[in-house]
């Protein structure tokens, strides 16, 4: 039994979805979540930053004391975490292996990855998906200002709307029926998306693969919280108008969610 918090980070909102899978399969953990909105997007910085960025908030997560550390990011997954899971010695997880073991078990022949600029240039999501499943075929796009749509808020606007349609054509032209949201921001306008393909697309959310990930680990290490805290802590490194409110209207509830501000 380990009664310490969760640490989870992204560069805004888009992890919270993670968050909410996490308490979904485990309800009795604590969690605090890092939301590095001083250095959003992350999808357009270089590999260099993204390795900095996710240092710091390693760094401030270890100090406040967490049993473990998800990225719930696909651009800090793709660019950062075999390097952070060199350095610090704590177990990491990222979004992208749970999701590619889930490819894998549902045994998928075609799959479509979405995510940010950086995350789709590094190709991480084809790497990862070809070392398990050699034969299948990966139909990438990058989706450059679909996270800052999310996090703006602007969902409902044309500008949304024209993004999507552009985004989503080379999966339509080639029928794929399969498609991972790489990027964590993406699962909020999941509806949006999905209404754009006139057949049924399985849209896979990271934040369930790894939610049933990190119960599979806490349950090997007998680590997991027995005293059903669920208290959640919200950390962001920047104040931006509108987060708090978008924060609430995200997550589901929770016995205590405090919410702090520093630079
Ligand atoms: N939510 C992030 C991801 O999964 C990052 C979006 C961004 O900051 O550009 O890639």
Not at 1 to 24: A, C, H, Q, W, Y
Not at 184 to 200: C, G, N, P, R
Not at 246 to 254: D, E, G, Q, V, W
């Amino acid at each position: 039994m380990d009664n310490r918090p969760i640490g989870i980070f992204d560069s805004g909102l888009g992890g919270i979805t993670v968050l909410n899978e996490l308490k979904k399969t485990l309800p009795q953990e604590n969690y605090i979540y890092l939301g590095d909105t001083l250095n959003f997007p992350y999808g357009s910085k270089t590999k260099e930053q993204i390795i900095e960025f996710s240092e710091k908030n390693t760094q401030y997560l270890k100090s406040q004391n967490v049993k473990m550390i998800v990225i719930a990011c696909g651009t800090a997954t793709s660019q950062a975490l075999d390097e952070i899971k060199s350095k610090y010695n704590i177990y990491i997880e990222g979004i992208i292996e749970p999701t590619v073991d889930y490819v894998k078990n549902e045994k998928i022949t075609k799959i479509g990855v979405i995510g940010t600029e950086g995350t789709i240039k590094s190709g991480a999501w084809g790497k990862y998906l070809k070392l398990k499943i050699p034969n299948i075929e990966v139909i990438n796009q990058a989706c450059p200002i679909l996270a800052e749509i999310v996090e703006e808020n602007k969902a409902k606007t044309k500008e949304a709307q024209d993004a999507i349609h552009n985004y989503m054509k080379i999966f339509k032209e080639n029928n794929v029926k399969n498609l991972i949201l790489g990027c964590t921001h993406y699962s909020i306008i999941e509806e949006l998306i999905k209404k754009e393909f006139d057949y049924d697309v399985n849209l896979i959310n990271t934040g369930n693969t790894i939610a049933s990930k990190i119960k599979q680990e806490l349950t090997k290490r007998k680590m997991l919280n027995k005293a059903n805290q669920n208290n959640i802590k919200i950390v962001v490194s920047k104040y931006e108008k509108g987060f708090e409110k978008s924060i609430k209207n995200l997550l589901k509830s929770a016995k205590t969610l405090d919410i702090t501000y520093f630079n």
